[in-house]
């Protein structure tokens, strides 16, 4: 089983930046796929960015294209979204998550939600203007 655990969020202003973690416990994360989806308030989750397990290949949602960046540090079992020049519509709750399905993971999947079946409880990012 593996548990993942999101921490960094908080207020911040507009044009701020914040780096979001995740911790992993239970498997190392060189065996995931991971992404980060994210929902707000009266909207349906959704994708941000996603980083492949083999190759370490990134996906990211256009609307946080060239803002946001996914990494992962595999000594620490950790994977980051640095986010950059932070808008209001950032405001959401961020999840991290953990696709099992590794290289098999067809690309235009990594950024759907139900091919990850490990999910963090999520932490709040609030971006004021």
């Known amino acids: 089983q593996v548990q993942l655990v999101e921490s960094g969020g908080r207020l911040v202003q507009a044009g701020d930046s914040l780096r979001l973690s995740c911790a992993a416990s239970?498997?190392?994360?060189?065996?995931?796929?991971m992404g980060w989806f994210r929902q707000a308030p009266g909207k349906e989750r959704e994708f941000v960015a996603g980083?492949?397990?083999?190759?370490?290949?990134?996906y990211y949602a256009d609307s946080v294209k060239g803002r946001f960046t996914i990494s992962r540090d595999s000594a620490k079992n950790t994977v980051y979204l640095q986010m950059a020049s932070l808008k209001p519509e950032d405001t959401a709750l961020y999840y991290c998550?953990?696709?099992?399905?590794?290289?098999?993971?067809?690309?235009?999947?990594?950024?759907?939600?139900?091919?990850?079946?490990?999910w963090g409880q999520g932490t709040q990012v609030t971006v004021s203007s």
């Open positions: 980083i492949r397990w083999t190759g370490g290949r990134t």
């Open positions: 239970g498997r190392s994360l060189s065996t995931l796929n």
């Open positions: 998550a953990g696709d099992s399905l590794g290289a098999k993971r067809a690309a235009q999947d990594m950024g759907v939600m139900t091919s990850y079946g490990y």
